[in-house]
């Protein structure tokens, strides 16, 4: 799993960084956290309000500030397990 976080280096935008960051920690997982700042790297998501979140290059968030908690809600949609039985999880 790739989890995104973009924004432009103001305070919101850290802070949400830091949720994601808590976040993963929390839920014990294997996951590449990374932080965007680069504004055409945010426009090719087509992001127009930062901070934004993107999980496995799905925009989740933008415009809002989630916390921890809201951001394991997030992450657990997308996070199912995969089994070798062809679709029932």
Do not use: H, R, W
Not at 3 to 16: D, E, H, L, R, Y
Request: glycine content about 6%; overall charge negative; proline content about 2%.
């Amino acid at each position: 799993m790739i989890i995104k976080v973009f924004g432009t280096g103001c305070a919101k935008c850290k802070s949400q960084y830091e949720a994601v960051k808590e976040a993963v920690e929390s839920l014990n997982i294997e996951c590449d956290v990374q932080k965007i700042e680069d504004l055409v790297q945010i426009a090719e998501y087509a992001i127009v309000s930062t901070p934004a979140i993107a999980i496995d290059d799905n925009v989740v968030s933008q415009g809002t500030t989630l916390t921890k908690e809201q951001v394991v809600e997030l992450i657990s949609k997308f996070n199912k397990p995969k089994c070798s039985c062809g679709g029932c999880c």
